[in-house]
């Protein structure tokens, strides 16, 4: 039963960070008008060029996101 719970929870985590690195990929396309596999690149490259974890650079890029002031609408 610990095991199943465990498998669960591991799924879970995985599932969070998915959606994370997700949703970086799209603010990056958004904001660079580029497509999903060339978003997952500049995240990938990003990670391996400054030692860090997919999931902190991600995690960065949605935490920037934020900080910025929402664009006025285009009438």
Known sequence: MLRRFTEYHDL???FGR???IER???ILMERHSIDEQTAFAMLHDSSRKNNRKLID???AVGAGYL???RAAPTA
């Open 67 to 69: 900080l910025l002031p």
């Open 57 to 59: 650079v991600a995690n």
């Open 18 to 20: 998915r959606a994370v």
């Open 24 to 26: 970086a990929k799209g």
């Open 12 to 14: 879970e985590r995985a």
